[in-house]
């Protein structure tokens, strides 16, 4: 069974910073590409950072320069750093397996002006 188990959204005020985590179980990890979404109230799912299996990453234009995605395949966990929110960060954020229809269960992270 494919679970990935999201932890770490909040409440932060805007400049603040928060790391998200996604662990993993039921699939080879290490071969697979991971990816964070995030989706705001009213608006559809967007991506918003990406790393393959070997650690390449990719971010959205929005996000790029502040936040951090990484991977510990050592601990099946990936992770997203997020510093220098912003209000228009406010979501909440997916774990996905990419190019699958395995999704975590979504944190909230809220960022207050």
């Known amino acids: 069974q494919v679970q990935l188990v999201e932890s770490g959204g909040g409440l932060v005020q805007a400049g603040g910073s928060l790391r998200l985590s996604c662990a993993v179980s039921?699939?080879?990890?290490?071969?697979?590409?991971m990816a964070w979404y995030r989706q705001a109230p009213g608006k559809q799912r967007e991506l918003v950072a990406l790393?393959?299996?070997?650690?390449?990453?990719t971010y959205a234009d929005s996000v790029k320069g502040r936040f951090t995605i990484s991977r510990d395949n050592a601990k099946n966990t990936v992770y997203l750093q997020m510093n220098s929110l912003k209000p228009e960060d406010t979501a909440v954020y997916y774990c996905?397996?990419?190019?699958?229809?395995?999704w975590g269960q979504g944190t909230q992270v809220t960022v207050s002006s």
């Open positions: 039921g699939i080879i990890f290490r071969l697979r590409a």
């Open positions: 996905n397996a990419f190019s699958t229809n395995y």
């Open positions: 790393i393959s299996g070997t650690g390449s990453t």
